[in-house]
């Protein structure tokens, strides 16, 4: 039998949390701009087209693996798609859910909509990274590749191991992405770091 | 023949073993590689971040195989994906196009005309070689050592060596893929089918949910290990981490046994090819195959 859903009024106050299963949304706290906002920013042109047929869930690892766990950490992009285009606006970008996108394309390929959705995830992400929405082991990662170029660094360690199985060693060189990513503001200078111009 | 060959991130730190066999099937094959020394890393990991300063990082790593006037060769799936997809953007769209160049220009000093293709290894072995000739190389090498046809291996096709289908012309088929599975069989070697080939590895929410991408990496391995394969193919060090070098968290994590080789297919094809399992890299493989290391072993 499906668990009851509590009623409105009952239970959780709609304004800590206006998006659970069963809990109501308050109108009063959505941004009519938002779906404007994704629709602007590069790979959420599509979006709107959506109408929630749920092609992508049918398809999604994400989804098929969290399905069960607490709403909150579950990945439906039917769902956060929704939430968007509704205006919950700073429930979609402070979430943990948008993150989850393993940016696998099925639902790409499947969508009769052609919604684009990793790319709209990845538009909703950039608006979150913009308000300070950020994922911890994504920002570690943008310091790595600002310190060295690449997601791992180089060192001499790895290009002896490089030698030994008959591989050239590899030459750090950190400055081209170190530029664009503190030009574009992903990432701060790092100023007590230089980068990396490895010796081979 | 001849390539630009991007490396990208992972592989020439955790998959060495990728590396040397692609390297020495290549030049078996009359591929030739030419090292770019300024590559970097192909842009994925910033296009959650600032969608941007990813295509910069593309369109640099781009430029840079244009100035050398070759076609980039990649062997990670998901820099190839990342490399195609801001190709294609570049060359579609001037305008686009020009504002990148102009930034491009600012940051690294660099424009790029849009004139190179990118092509992942795997693709180009099936395209460019072809499956005839490569069962003719087959068929002349003197291995003196194993056969292949007592093996038999599962085909992991990954995510990004087929999606988006848009940025790939017509290469393969999404839905039902058959490349792989066609090169694994020119090596003489059988395939296995099995159960929900086109699933993802995880290795995309691994920084993210470490949980959840564990737990996709487990449902391919459990049809993998039912199928009955010898090993699984891979052609991205993604789809290898999530499946070789997890595999023991994961056997641990869900008290499940596999002990499941997971091989590059550059790999496999070497052998066919008749290098020896060490000079493809099957030591550096983290679960041993140990049939196949029996088999091919020096003299």
Same mark, same amino acid.
């Given at each position: 039998m499906a668990k009851e859903r509590p009623g409105i009024?009952?239970?959780?106050s709609p304004r800590q949390?206006?998006?659970?299963?069963g809990e109501i949304v308050d109108?009063?706290?959505?941004?009519?701009g938002f779906r404007h906002e994704i629709t602007a920013e590069p790979g959420g042109?599509? %979006?709107?087209?959506? %109408?929630?047929?749920g092609t992508c869930v049918a398809g999604c690892p994400v989804a098929g693996t969290t399905a069960g766990r607490a709403w909150a950490e579950e990945y439906n992009p039917r769902r956060i798609i929704r939430m968007a285009l509704l205006g919950m606006r700073q429930e979609v970008l402070s979430s943990k859910f948008v993150w989850m996108?393993?940016?696998?394309y099925t639902c790409y390929e499947r969508c009769p909509q052609d919604v684009h959705i990793p790319e709209v995830m990845n538009a909703i992400r950039n608006i979150a990274v913009r308000e300070g929405h950020i994922p911890e082991g994504f920002r570690l990662q943008a310091e790595l590749l600002r310190d060295h170029g690449r997601l791992y660094e180089i060192t001499g360690f790895e290009n002896e191991r490089r030698v030994e199985q008959g591989l050239p060693p590899i030459r750090e060189r950190a400055t081209d992405v170190h530029r664009i990513l503190v030009r574009s503001g992903?990432?701060?200078?790092?100023?007590e770091s230089e980068p990396g111009e490895g010796e081979p | 023949m001849k390539f630009a060959l991007y490396l990208g991130c992972t592989v020439p730190v955790r998959a060495m073993n990728y590396e040397l066999a692609s390297r020495q099937t290549a030049r078996k094959l009359g591929i030739e590689f030419v090292d770019v020394e300024a590559f970097t890393c192909c842009g994925y990991p910033a296009r959650p971040l600032n969608w941007e300063a990813a295509l910069l990082m593309a369109a640099n790593n781009l430029a840079l195989a244009e100035e050398q006037g070759l076609e980039i060769c990649t062997l990670c799936s998901a820099c190839t994906g990342t490399l195609a997809k801001a190709n294609k953007q570049l060359q579609e769209d001037k305008a686009l196009r020009e504002r990148i160049n102009q930034r491009l220009v600012e940051t690294t000093g660099r424009t790029y005309g849009g004139t190179i293709g990118v092509r992942h290894y795997a693709r180009i072995l099936y395209e460019d070689v072809g499956v005839e000739r490569l069962k003719e190389m087959v068929a002349e090498a003197e291995t003196g050592m194993g056969d292949l046809s007592a093996f038999g291996f599962a085909a992991h096709y990954g995510c990004h060596y087929l999606k988006?289908?848009?940025?790939?012309?017509?290469?393969?088929?999404?839905?039902n893929p058959h490349t792989l599975g066609d090169l694994i069989e020119a090596t003489g070697a059988r395939l296995v089918p099995y159960e929900?080939?086109?699933?993802?590895?995880?290795?995309?929410i691994l920084a993210i949910d470490q949980e959840a991408a564990l737990s996709i990496a487990k449902d391919k391995l459990d049809h993998v290990h039912v199928a009955d394969a010898d090993g699984m193919i891979v052609v991205c060090p993604f789809c290898d981490i999530m499946y070789e070098i997890n595999q023991r968290s994961i056997e641990r994590q869900f008290d499940v046994d596999y002990r499941l080789p997971v091989l590059y297919y550059p790999q496999l094809l070497g052998l066919a090819l008749g290098f020896t399992a060490e000079e493809v890299g099957?030591?550096?493989?983290?679960?041993?195959?140990r049939k196949l290391l029996q088999a091919f072993r020096k003299g």
């Open positions: 009024g009952e239970g959780r949390r206006a998006s659970g299963p109108v009063g706290r959505l941004d009519a042109e599509r %979006f709107m087209r959506c %109408f929630s047929c996108c393993s940016t696998c992903v990432v701060g200078s790092g100023e | 988006p289908a848009d940025i790939y012309e017509g290469f393969d088929d999404p839905e929900e080939e086109g699933e993802c590895c995880g290795g995309g099957l030591k550096l493989n983290r679960v041993k195959a």
